[in-house]
């Protein structure tokens, strides 16, 4: 009899890497005042969690993301008097919630992949 050792890899509950990198860069981008350009990872981190993870928390916590993110980028687009760059233009209140919800994002990617699976 063999014995097969499983790693956490292994489980099926392998993360996109594209989602984890692009949870990371979204709030590393806000806050090095690249804002408009953070909406590439805030695109991929959202369509790669809604198409490819299963994780519910992980689904919902990308969508806390990306409407955090779409409300000032809006905002921005919309008026006319705005400043150059969403970065110069953006409250520092979206700031901090785009920084919380993208926390939160890498929080429960990490929790997804910690947790065992359910019994078949």
């Known amino acids: 009899m063999a014995v097969v050792a499983t790693s956490p890899a292994g ?16 709030p590393v981008m806000v806050l090095a005042q ?18 490819r993870v299963r994780d519910r928390a992980v689904r919902l916590a990308s969508v806390l ?8 980028l809006t905002v921005w ?3 006319p008097d705005g ?4 970065s110069k233009d953006i409250h520092p209140g979206f700031v901090a919630l785009i920084v919380a919800a993208s926390v939160a994002l ?10 065992p699976l359910p019994a078949e």
């Open 11 to 26: 489980t099926g509950r392998r993360m996109p890497r594209a989602v984890t990198i692009s949870a990371w860069a979204v």
């Open 65 to 72: 993301v990306a409407v955090a993110f779409a409300i000032p």
């Open 106 to 115: 890498v929080l429960t990617i990490h929790r997804a992949r910690r947790r």
């Open 34 to 51: 690249f804002a408009l350009i953070a909406v590439v990872p805030v695109v991929i981190a959202l369509v790669g969690a809604l198409t």
């Open 83 to 86: 400043a150059q760059s969403l």
């Open 77 to 79: 687009l919309v008026r």
